[in-house]
């Protein structure tokens, strides 16, 4: 059982920055980052495979947001700059259940954390 916890949620203007955490207790080869609006159908923003080797963005994000990891501290992050209103979410930090590919897709995932709140205002 892969368990991973969020942090670094929180309030801030449009315009400004985020720093997202993630701590996994077994680290997967694709690592990603969902989020979720009320009313909204969960959507992935970012994810990572390969140590690096590969990153994928949601074109929403794209320029915007940065997945990174340090695989030494088992660690996820996600840098989002230039902060909107819509970015407002819950965001979900996730790992892949088992080998094979890795994009944006909740097919890749079979493991989430409980999520940290990030609140955009205009």
């Known amino acids: 059982q892969v368990q991973l916890a969020e942090s670094g949620g929180g309030s801030v203007q449009a315009g400004g920055s985020l720093r997202l955490s993630c701590s996994v207790s077994y680290w997967k080869n694709c690592m990603g980052w969902f989020r979720q609006a009320p009313g909204k159908e969960r959507e992935g923003v970012a994810a990572?495979?390969?140590?690096?080797?590969?990153?994928y963005y949601a074109d929403s994000v794209k320029g915007r947001f940065t997945v990174t990891q340090d695989v030494t501290k088992k660690t996820l992050f996600l840098q989002m700059n230039s902060l909107k209103p819509e970015d407002t979410a819950t965001y979900y930090c996730?790992?892949?259940?088992?080998?094979?590919?890795?994009?944006?897709?909740?097919?890749?995932?079979?493991?989430y954390g409980r999520g940290t709140q990030v609140t955009v205002s205009s």
């Open positions: 990572i495979f390969v140590g690096g080797a590969e990153t």
């Open positions: 996730a790992a892949s259940r088992m080998t094979g590919g890795c994009g944006l897709g909740s097919r890749y995932y079979g493991y």
